[in-house]
């Protein structure tokens, strides 16, 4: 097969579609809106990720607020075409097979990006062996890295395969994939006939290597004990990392910095914050982006259709939002709602109201995203209601099943339901996913995140939201920094810096209840018109930037083809 150059887009996880469980959250969901775009930018890229066959979880919430896990039931050759070469690995001395799904994303003019999913599920492997590409982000360390040689190396191996031989860039969507380093540094050195790396191979490996890093939170960047690497990993490309390690441990971070030559964090503030964490190295930003055509509703497809034709095409095209009329961003607001409502209803039996304020929140449930700072101060909340309008609450999300304190955050939430009644309904939705993640950005009224500073690098949910006219409330770290003007498209919660006593969440949720009570509350209800407004400038100004097709356009000069 003779194809022209191409990007090998390396991700642990790939937001595909709904059916297809092969993502957690944001960074899967992010991976799949990339090659989307890449699709219809005709930008030739290739993807490589593994099956997941049992997905992440199936969540479910029990009567005390308890989140339970279960295996996703799912079936690869329903939705996926297998490919007939195969590859191998070793670990620990043994022979791995791996087999590849294809699945192909379409772009707007037919163009294919190909995604192989890899696959141990082989007859000819060890029983143990066979499960290893089961689970997303399960098992203990000795099968994360294994999973982790199965994507870097193995990928590199099976684009081989499958005749992808003139690959001039291979980006790691994360630290997951840094393996694939070793296996082009490998490549490089046969090609030059030597044993051991000069600053040949490795400065040739750099000038093909792009690493994106998404997290400031020191837990997302995975690292494994020297020994077990060791153990796992085998001759030759154990020597070509075992230098790298530090404190008698292999960060798979440092090993994707140490062999790029471009490396970029997802948002200015996360640029900045990641140039801190890892000195010594060149790094840049590309703030995230969604997928416009994906996650704009119905209702607002047919209205930026008439108004804005070719916004699919040039997502640039939306600023014109700002010549739709109010009452007709309104009206198509109100029929993505009621569609959103009527799901919680039928999902919960809540009862509901499309015309009371609806705020909602939903991303992975974890400590430092602080989803419990909107219920801290049950009282506050009712107050509000009496004094300036009803609201209702829509929350989602998902912990991993491994984090005791993303759990209880879940349970204080529950718990909060029932002493916010009657005055406030607010529901818990289980098993947030892809679908329900469409109907709820589209379907609430106002989007709140409410992160501790600065650990969240990006978030893409409130982009989302934006191109549905929903108006973001969140904490200025992020993307929100460069969405967010004030009373404009949205509104922010705290100051920019957190204080220096350390008391951030008592500030923020101050702030989030005054401004609750005194601008969004009563502006929702006694001045529609400029709410309104508020939601035209969201599409128009934050719709029209933070999208993947700006995104890929960016990679694609600063990263794939400079």
């Not at 509901?352 to 400590?367: C, E, K, P, S, W």
Request: negative net charge; proline residues 5%.
């Amino acid at each position: 097969m003779d194809l022209p150059q191409r990007v090998a887009y390396f991700s642990m996880e790939i937001g595909l579609q709904s059916a297809v469980p092969t993502y957690s959250g944001g960074l899967g969901i992010l991976a799949g809106d990339t090659l989307r775009a890449a699709a219809d930018l005709e930008v030739p890229v290739v993807a490589i990720t593994l099956v997941h066959r049992k997905g992440y979880f199936y969540q479910k919430i029990d009567e005390t607020g308890m989140q339970h896990a279960e295996p996703v039931e799912w079936s690869p050759d329903d939705f996926l075409e297998e490919m007939t070469p195969r590859a191998q690995v070793t670990l620990a001395g043994r022979e791995v097979n791996i087999r590849a799904w294809r699945y192909a994303i379409d772009g707007i003019n037919g163009y294919p990006v190909p995604v192989y999913l890899l696959d141990t599920n082989l007859e000819e492997n060890d029983e143990a062996d066979r499960s290893l590409t089961d689970r997303l982000y399960g098992g203990d360390l000795h099968h994360r890295l294994r999973q982790e040689i199965i994507l870097g190396i193995g990928g590199v191996r099976m684009l081989r395969a499958l005749g992808y031989n003139n690959i001039n860039r291979w980006h790691m969507n994360e630290g997951h994939a840094s393996f694939l380093t070793l296996e082009v540094l490998q490549e490089e050195l046969e090609k030059n006939g030597n044993s051991k790396p000069t600053e040949q191979e490795i400065n040739a490996v750099r000038e093909q290597c792009v690493f994106t890093t998404h997290t400031p939170v020191p837990a997302g960047h995975d690292k494994f004990p020297r020994e077990i690497v060791e153990q796992e990993l085998g001759s030759p490309q154990i020597d070509n990392c075992r230098k790298l390690t530090t404190d008698g441990k292999l960060n798979m971070t440092d090993l994707a910095l140490h062999f790029s030559h471009y490396v970029n964090g997802v948002a200015k503030k996360h640029g900045e914050v990641s140039r801190t964490m890892f000195s010594g190295y060149v790094i840049d930003s590309i703030t995230n982006g969604v997928h416009a055509a994906t996650w704009t509703s119905p209702p607002f497809h047919d209205l930026f259709d008439k108004h804005i034709p070719g916004w699919r095409e040039d997502n640039f095209a939306l600023r014109s939002a700002l010549g739709i009329h109010r009452e007709e961003i309104w009206e198509a607001h109100m029929t993505a709602k009621r569609t959103f409502i009527d799901a919680v209803n039928r999902l919960t039996n809540a009862g509901m109201d499309a015309n009371v304020l609806t705020l909602g929140f939903a991303r992975r449930a974890a400590t430092y995203k602080r989803a419990d700072l909107l219920v801290s101060d049950i009282a506050r909340l009712k107050s509000i209601v009496a004094t300036q309008g009803p609201i209702q609450i829509v929350y989602a999300g998902k912990a991993h099943p491994a984090d005791g304190g993303g759990k209880d955050i879940i349970k204080r939430i529950h718990e909060a339901i029932p002493q916010l009644a009657p005055e406030i309904k607010m529901v818990y939705l289980k098993n947030y996913g892809f679908s329900l993640g469409q109907i709820m950005t589209a379907g609430v009224d106002i989007w709140m995140n409410t992160p501790r500073r600065p650990m969240e690098a990006s978030g893409t949910s409130g982009m989302k939201a934006a191109l549905n006219g929903v108006p973001s409330f969140s904490v200025l770290d992020g993307w929100w920094i460069e969405g967010c003007l004030e009373g404009v498209t949205g509104w922010s919660i705290g100051e920019e810096e957190p204080p220096e006593d350390g008391d951030e969440s008592a500030g923020d949720a101050q702030s989030l209840y005054e401004k609750l009570e005194h601008t969004i509350v009563p502006m929702y209800y006694k001045e529609r018109k400029y709410f309104a407004s508020i939601m035209r400038q969201c599409i128009a100004l934050n719709g029209s930037f933070f999208n993947t097709h700006r995104m890929m356009q960016q990679y694609v000069l600063n990263a794939y083809f400079c």
